[in-house]
């Protein structure tokens, strides 16, 4: 089994700054991409930011220049770093991995918990 578990959420005023972390833990081979997704109240869940094992990364439109996503791949680890937060940001961010469990295996995805950001105005 593979275990993802997320960390660093909490209440911030806007403006402000969190970094969030994603480790991943159990049978793992090798992750393909780590992802983090939000999911607000009333809404779905939605990609806010990726990146491949190589590095390379997307974002969403709406936290372009804001948030930047990182990996450290001997730790297994994602972060998401999250700058100039506004109230719209407030929502359970969740971390998602594609992830090996052999060399053999199916890619297989995997959820974390969430963690709940709310920033307040």
């Known amino acids: 089994q593979v275990q993802l578990v997320e960390s660093g959420g909490a209440l911030v005023q806007a403006g402000g700054s969190l970094r969030l972390s994603c480790v991943a833990s159990?049978?793992?081979?090798?992750?393909?991409?780590m992802a983090w997704y939000r999911q607000a109240p009333g809404k779905q869940r939605e990609l806010v930011a990726v990146?491949?094992?190589?590095?390379?990364?997307n974002y969403a439109d709406s936290v372009k220049g804001r948030f930047t996503i990182s990996r450290d791949n001997a730790k297994n680890t994602a972060y998401l770093q999250m700058n100039s937060l506004k109230p719209d940001d407030t929502a359970v961010y969740y971390c998602n991995a594609v992830v090996l469990r052999t060399s053999n295996d199916a890619l297989r995805n995997y959820w974390g918990q969430g963690t709940q950001v709310t920033v307040s105005s």
């Open positions: 990146i491949t094992s190589g590095g390379s990364t």
């Open positions: 159990g049978s793992i081979f090798s992750i393909n991409t």
